[in-house]
């Protein structure tokens, strides 16, 4: 997950915005499973929220396969990779969690994202995603992520 956090040039979460979802799917260390990593301050019913004060950054995260838990903060999660995540093209693809993957298809396939709850984020896709993940053979394989 660092690079995809941390470096902007290859991901949606460019220009340090403080937008985050409640919850991410990560990759398990110890099994290589999913993990889900709820941020547990956001009231239920909230997809993302803001935080510009850094008090927002405890989670808890489980693996759906092994015995993990951990509760952790924002920059310990780092360490972990994202479920979500392929390459293409040579080109790093990734989503925070599986409505995050539909709202990047839907944008990809061109739909109308006015009523997506996820639309704010779309103006943090990069423009490499946009201009060379179009054609079926790679939103085929961006699609196959969520048979993971």
Known sequence: MNSSIENGGKTHARYAHKHYPKIIELKCDKCESRIIATNQNVPDGIE?????????????????NCTFRAE?????????DFWLKTEIRNIEFW?????????ILKKLKKADLKSDKW???????????????NSEREIRKIEKLKEK
């Open 48 to 64: 993302h929220f803001m935080d510009i004060s850094d008090f927002e950054k405890k989670w808890n995260l489980v693996c759906l």
């Open 119 to 133: 639309e704010f984020f779309q103006s943090y896709i990069p423009k490499d995603w946009l201009l060379k993940f």
């Open 95 to 103: 989503s925070w969690n599986i409505d995050h993957l539909n709202m």
């Open 72 to 80: 952790l903060n924002w920059d310990e999660m780092k360490e972990f």
